[in-house]
């Protein structure tokens, strides 16, 4: 089997069983060798430390690692043991990233719009002291933010589709879509596919 394998996408859950990272195969079986994660047996979910998961045989077909003595299954998904700076990530607050939360839709009207039909719109307008944040930002049509303007709610007449508030930790990280497996989709709700395969 090529070594291009261990570049392969790996999900990482946190201890929690959390989606909060996608790494290589090389740093996942890494993180198991230094008994930092388990790896997840998808179809029972059964746990396996690096010297339980090298025992087992590799199905036909299956891609795996050769290593001098050793044939490797390669892990999909691994869970982390322990607690650590991926326990619970933050959303960075940027366009992209409300437009993702928004899903590209007006949030006075509901209107779904491609992105050159959108703007942000403060809810608290800037002029009168709002801040760029999750709660005081929404995506908005180009109509709806025209004819709210500088003014308020109340003063505009309008009203929200939504509350406005940070997304929830999961979308902190985004998914390769072109390497999606399948095995993931128990763990990933489709409303996350967007983190960099890190190495």
């Not at 392969?8 to 890494?30: E, G, M």
């Not at 998904?77 to 939360?101: A, E, H, K, M």
């Not at 109509?143 to 929830?168: H, Y």
């Amino acid at each position: 089997m090529s070594s291009t394998v261990l570049t392969d996408p790996t999900l990482v859950l946190n201890k929690s069983w959390l989606p909060i990272h996608v790494c290589s195969v090389r740093r996942a079986l890494t993180m198991v060798f230094k008994d930092l994660a388990r790896i997840v047996e998808p179809q029972g979910f059964a746990l396996y430390d690096f010297e339980s998961w090298a025992d087992l045989s590799v199905p036909d077909g299956e891609p795996f690692v050769q290593s001098v003595e050793l044939r490797i299954r390669i892990p999909e998904v691994i869970v982390l043991r322990t607690c650590d700076r991926y326990s619970r990530p933050r959303v960075v607050f940027t366009r992209r990233n409300l437009f993702r939360r928004d899903r590209n839709a007006c949030q006075y009207c509901g209107r779904r719009c491609s992105t050159e039909d959108l703007s942000i719109d403060h809810v608290v307008p800037r002029s009168r002291g709002g801040l760029a944040t999750w709660e005081n930002c929404v995506v908005a049509c180009l109509r709806c933010n025209a004819r709210k303007g500088s003014r308020s709610l109340v003063e505009s007449g309008m009203a929200l589709l939504r509350k406005p508030v940070e997304p929830p930790p999961q979308m902190a990280f985004s998914l390769p879509a072109r390497r999606h497996k399948s095995s993931w989709d128990q763990f990933v709700s489709e409303a996350y596919w967007n983190t960099e395969l890190r190495p």
